[in-house]
């Protein structure tokens, strides 16, 4: 079984940065892609940021110059550098993986909160 366990998160005020992590663990044979969503209050679960096991990344319009995603191949591990926060950006947000475990499976993990109020 894999898991995906984030940390990170917190309240902070806008214009402030956090830095999200996930780190996956369990029966992983390889780890193809990263990404970040997110669910703000009421609305439908949205993507972030996306990042492949070959470096390419994506950063969706609503964040991008102030979020960045990274990885760290070798500690199964994704980040999300958040900067210059909004209160807009206050959501859960939950790092998803699609993983080889002898499939080919999507994982997610728990989601972590992250409020932007002054």
């Known amino acids: 079984q894999v898991r995906l366990v984030e940390s990170g998160g917190g309240s902070v005020q806008p214009g402030g940065s956090l830095r999200l992590s996930c780190t996956a663990s369990?029966?992983?044979?390889?780890?193809?892609?990263f990404a970040w969503y997110r669910q703000r209050g009421g609305q439908d679960r949205e993507l972030v940021a996306t990042?492949?096991?070959?470096?390419?990344?994506n950063v969706e319009d609503s964040v991008k110059g102030r979020f960045t995603i990274s990885r760290d191949n070798a500690k199964n591990a994704v980040y999300l550098n958040m900067n210059s926060l909004k209160p807009e950006d206050t959501a859960v947000y939950y790092c998803s993986s699609s993983i080889w475990d002898g499939q080919h499976r999507q994982y997610w993990g728990q989601g972590i909160r992250v409020t932007v109020s002054s």
């Open positions: 990042l492949t096991i070959g470096g390419s990344s």
């Open positions: 369990g029966a992983i044979h390889s780890i193809n892609t």
